[in-house]
């Protein structure tokens, strides 16, 4: 594959009309080095993680940068102003041939061929790379779509590099899989306790997708996942415990910026405490304003500290910010009163996704985006229909509702961005690049050894475990097979059965439900308990157990062998909530946190004892019978 790169200055290149249409294009060219991260200007003060630009490179001149932006947008017309502040999906492998298929998509969903198209026509600022728009193959063909839609945008009258995103949080939301490293996820890290871990993983995953050309991350969750029940948040929060939240949350916003890479804390003003999906519907957060503070606002002051290049905004209600029947997406005392006034936030702020129902429920696709801009926000993210988002922001300029000054100054800030992660210094990649970084043996070291350090052992009741290959050489191991969050990898009964074979056990697989319908039928579950029967031990994995599943039953049925049973939780770690008592408690509980390869290994490896657990539960798991009452606290976790 031929892949284009440049080292040209591209924003000195837009001052004379001569340099603007000269992209030259050497190869074998690697990403430009990372910018240090921006310093904001908290109100809650301390030193910053991240040194200032200024202070790592004295002789940079800021204020030459600061006319450089300025002309830049001096030669900007509406249309294309406006266009920066749009991320828009697009269907298709490549920037300019996609499949048939994917053309027909784009036709329909935004009236053009393929990526390069959307850019001619919308001079969107933002792409985002989403699985299901078959932007992700494997590592060397992200890389070229990500340089043909540099290619496209880098051909325009004005023109400006595009910022690359996507939604790489690892564990329960990986975009980009195999063989790209994958790490474990954030409610892993928050079991595995270590900033440095956390900051390690985040530095090594923005590396690669840096390899990649995508230069912006929705992630970390800086969520305080205080509901159990929460139906949308979950493993993908690092925790209950703001304090423990908001280190490793720093620690992430440190590790992807240092990589080059802008991270995304999200979902402010706080999505920890929800009973409903913002995809599906509107919720509700009840937290008082004194209740905000304590839970919800230190992680997000923790990014902010950290010099956090973007916020993500939620699709809820908070009546203690804002008593106003509007989701914070569109809510002007929370965004600017409270984040940019009261935090001190100079940064991007980006809207979650426009075409979720939760921020769709009041007003039409075409005001929403308007409103979007009116509250604070930069970044309009995905829109249903981008047509419609466009003409309705355009309309509201032109009719005096948003003032150009208005567009300008969140215009300012994504060149900015852009500027400090290296976009116009060099916005390409290479295969180089892609080669010598994404998935090197180095980080998928790396990567089981972190996820080593987060398996919680829960239960062990008579010290079953470690399993030993000698005791308990003929293993069976049931359970739930969920697809893997990225598309790669798994199932996650077949990576169970084949590491601990590679340990020295013999060891079955025997599939009993998926993700999708994770209660087994009647009929697996007695061939589960058939195939149990004299065997050594067996491992059941379960997926979010729920009262009255059938997956209960299973555990209970095995247990009922007489056969030891080993319990691993691939998600929440609350399942053993639901094992407890009526002679369904397996001899012992694990939790992975996630059913990812890395995760299932690294349990694996613990299981067998290969590995002493170092996990801590960062979540309390309550009575089922009694949520009020802690059945196993936040803290929780057995050695050997």
Avoid at 36 to 58: E, I, V
């Amino acid at each position: 594959m031929h892949t284009t790169t440049s080292r040209r200055a591209l924003l000195t290149a837009t001052l004379a009309a001569a340099a603007a249409g000269a992209c030259s294009a050497p190869t074998n060219s690697s990403p430009a080095p990372a910018a240090p991260a921006r310093r904001t200007t908290a109100g809650s003060g301390g030193p910053s993680a991240t040194p200032s630009r200024a202070a790592t490179d004295p002789g940079r001149d800021h204020e030459r940068e600061r006319r450089r932006i300025d002309e830049l947008i001096g030669r900007m017309t509406l249309d294309q102003k406006i266009g920066q502040l749009f991320v828009m999906r697009v269907y298709g492998h490549s920037a300019t041939h996609p499949d048939p298929a994917d053309v027909a998509a784009n036709r329909k969903d935004i009236g053009v061929d393929n990526a390069a198209e959307l850019i001619a026509k919308y001079h969107v600022g933002g792409v985002m790379y989403i699985r299901w728009a078959h932007n992700i193959r494997d590592p060397h063909q992200v890389a070229a779509l990500s340089n043909g839609i540099q290619k496209a945008a880098l051909a325009a009258s004005v023109p400006v590099p595009v910022l690359l995103s996507t939604d790489q949080e690892y564990g329960a939301v990986a975009r980009v899989g195999a063989p790209a490293t994958l790490f474990p996820g954030a409610m892993a890290l928050g079991a595995g306790g270590s900033a440095a871990d956390a900051r390690t993983a985040a530095r090594t995953a923005g590396a690669e997708l840096a390899a990649l050309g995508i230069r912006q991350d929705y992630a970390p969750i800086a969520d305080v996942n205080v509901n159990p029940a929460n139906p949308v948040i979950g493993v993908r929060s690092f925790g209950a415990d703001p304090k423990a939240v908001a280190r490793l949350v720093a620690a992430q916003v440190e590790g992807y910026q240092s990589a080059g890479v802008a991270a995304t804390a999200k979902h402010f003003p706080g999505h920890g405490d929800t009973s409903v999906d913002s995809h599906v519907g509107l919720p509700r957060i009840t937290h008082s304003r004194k209740e905000w503070e304590r839970l919800d606002a230190p992680p997000f002051r923790a990014a902010i500290e950290a010099g956090i290049d973007s916020i993500m905004t939620a699709h809820l209600l908070f009546p203690a910010l804002d008593p106003a029947d509007d989701p914070a997406t569109l809510s002007r005392p929370i965004l600017t009163g409270v984040l940019r006034e009261e935090l001190g936030y100079d940064g991007v702020v980006v809207t979650d996704s426009l075409g979720m129902e939760g921020v769709r429920k009041k007003y039409g696709d075409d005001r929403v985006p308007v409103l979007a801009l009116k509250a604070g926000v930069d970044q309009l993210l995905n829109p249903p229909s981008l047509s419609r988002a466009f003409e309705g922001v355009r309309k509201a300029v032109r009719a005096g509702e948003l003032d150009e000054d208005r567009i300008d100054r969140s215009l300012r800030r994504i060149l900015e961005l852009k500027a400090r992660r290296g976009l116009f210094d060099d916005p390409y990649t290479s295969d180089r690049a892609v080669n010598r970084t994404v998935g090197t043996r180095e980080h998928r070291a790396t990567a089981d050894r972190i996820a080593e350090r987060t398996t919680t052992l829960i239960t062990n009741r008579g010290g079953l475990l470690p399993l030993s290959p000698r005791r308990h050489h003929d293993l069976l191991v049931v359970g739930v097979d969920a697809a893997a969050p990225s598309g790669t990898g798994g199932p996650p009964t077949a990576v169970l059965a084949r590491t601990l074979s590679g340990l020295g056990f013999q060891a079955e697989a025997l599939p009993t439900g998926t993700g999708d319908s994770p209660g087994p039928s009647p009929a697996r579950i007695e061939a589960a308990v058939a195939a149990a029967r004299g065997r050594d031990a067996v491992i059941v994995a379960t997926y979010d157990i729920a009262a009255g599943s059938a997956q209960r039953t299973l555990v209970a049925r095995l247990v009922a062998t007489g056969v030891p049973v080993v319990h691993l939780a691939l998600r929440g770690p609350y399942d053993i909530a639901r094992l407890v008592g009526r002679g369904t408690e397996p001899a012992a509980s694990l939790a992975a946190y996630c059913w990812t390869d890395v995760e299932l290994r690294a349990a694996a490896r613990v299981i067998a004892g290969r590995v002493t657990p170092h996990g801590k539960l960062p979540v309390a798991v309550r009575r089922a019978d009694d949520p009020s009452r802690a059945l196993y606290p936040i803290g929780h976790g057995l050695g050997y």
